[in-house]
């Protein structure tokens, strides 16, 4: 053996910075399989290996179940868990799991050519109802075939989740990212994926380093060998020599002590060095993250993401479910505000529309989805009306395109609140009411909007998506997708000046707002509220507290006179660095 | 042998988790437990069987045991349908 065998060369393998921090751990490759079956004829004398085939997968599908349905229970309880307890009895299904086995006999045939056939026969058959939950069924009975098929191919699920791992794939969603932090993860790793992915906004949230959009990793990289993630960078080495390791383990402890200085900022309010006050929140998903915002001393909760409900779920939670989760988060954050967001479907999101979509990220979406289901609608107003009652708790509508929309939630509101009324139950009557703005309509006429709320928030993911028709979660053109594009700030400006009246006040829920390159710009074009991830908090609140008002205006001029991202981004990038030396810029 | 009629009247219909919690009850009986519904009639203690029928909120359908713990079954499975399974 060569010398080059046992220390390959160093490779290091650009992506796109998903979710902070520094980690150097052993890799855990995971693939989500995809199975191609091939028809092929069994010989007679075969047959009998065929059906063992069939058995082993049939009891490796089986174990595996068994312990993705102990972490289930852990995680999402047991109501949610019996999902994979369906999926076991499917594996143990007479009627089922005997005719694969006679059909083997039988037939002579492959064992993944019948299990495909076999289990496509129902899907078809549960299809054909026009029963709208029906593809909810026709996918659980698609996981447990993929099972069986990976299975059959021999291929090992990740099984071994113990320990300490560096996961990589070629995509995940967002549920893979939640199933997997009961693990302990040290960092994600896909080869797919933008920054603003819902995969890589749950890992912030969760505080796991990842990388996204790192082209062919899957195909470089073994089951554990130690590699490097750079979440601030997006950068992962592989082969990583002894000096880089020492290298990165010294940048990692300077980002850790760094991250203990602010700290110390918890207690103190988000104020720029001349008296200017923001109001600086955070923007949550899990009821588990309620403590982690007190820690990082967020002024309440600017985006509650109530879709996150949704998740694992087959049917709209009840309005005595969601008000039990609403009610735990306005107790959770008193005497803070928080906002609480209605579903958000659609798009890339959890539930999407029970008909095939071809550009659903232009489809049936946010309010357009709950104002189509006013019953659903009314559910999850009373159900946040209901949990008004600390009188610290405000609505925001998420997709809005046009005037008339925030018109007709708010009437299906005042319906809501007759309703509650009429049982004899009490709400906050003066409850404050917002709209999203994340579609360039929405923003051109954000002055109207104005009228009809409390408040503005700009999600900015969408906004830019919409504005510069870049998908975002496309690794092909996600480079285009520009927050700093001339484009984008003109329109922040707008949306700001236009939006902003005596009693409205305008905000950011984007991942723009938690970017730390942005926020001197932010405040100086007037930005009255910032809604980030928990984990950027501090390094936001430090950022504003360290300058001047004034200063952070000339900053927005400026930057509104420049033609290009290149030059923007150059020109805050220089600024940070003497502003704040210790802060890392991605 | 023992029929008896029975609603769906939880929102979602006999979805994947509902379907569970009827193959399990089944599965502590001794008879044999068949559901029809719309002229077609599939075997009880196979969840694939009742994932199959298309029993949305409101449909009716014919609850069949035969056996020697027919009626307890019955019983069993009646009561099981009136929770809605536990679903809104």
Known sequence: MNHAEQHPHEVKLRGIPGSPGIVIGPSFLFFKHDPTVQVRDIPAELVDHEVERLQNAVARSKKELTKILGYAEQKLGADQARIFEAQFMLLEDPVLIDALFERVKNERKNAEALVEEEFGKYQRIILSSKDEYARERANDLEDIRNRILRNLEEQKLVSRIEGSHIIISRNLAAADVLVFSRNDVLAYVTEAGGATSHMALLARALKIPAVVGVHQICNQVQFGETIIVDGYNGLVVLHPSPETIRHFEKKRAQYLSFEETLSNLRDLPAETLDGHRVQLSANVELEQELDFLKIQGADGIGLYRSESMLLGKEVFPSEDEQYDRYRRIAEGVFPKQAIIRTFDIGGDKFMAAPTHENNPFLGWRGIRAMLDRPQLFLDQLRAILRASTLKNISIMFPMVTNLKEVQLAKQLLAQAKDDLRSRGLIFDESIKVGAMVEVPAAAVIADHLAKEVDFLSIGTNDLIQYLLAVDRGNDIVSDLYQEFHPAVIRFLRRIIERGKKPHVWVGMCGEMAGDPLATILLIGLGLDEFSVVPAVLPEIKKIIRSIHYTEACHVAERVLGMETEDEIKAFLRHLMKLKFPEIPIG | ?88
């Open chain 2, 1 to 88: 042998m023992i029929e008896r009629e029975v609603t769906i009247r939880n929102r979602a219909g006999l979805h994947t988790r509902p379907a569970a919690s009827i193959v399990k009850t089944a599965a502590k009986f001794k008879s044999e437990f068949w559901i029809e519904k719309d002229g077609m009639e599939i075997n009880g203690k196979s969840i694939i069987g009742v994932m199959t029928l298309a029993a949305e909120q409101g449909s009716t359908l014919l609850l069949r045991f035969d056996g020697p713990d027919e009626n307890e079954a019955l019983t069993a499975m009646e009561q099981l349908f009136e929770s809605g399974f536990g679903e809104p």
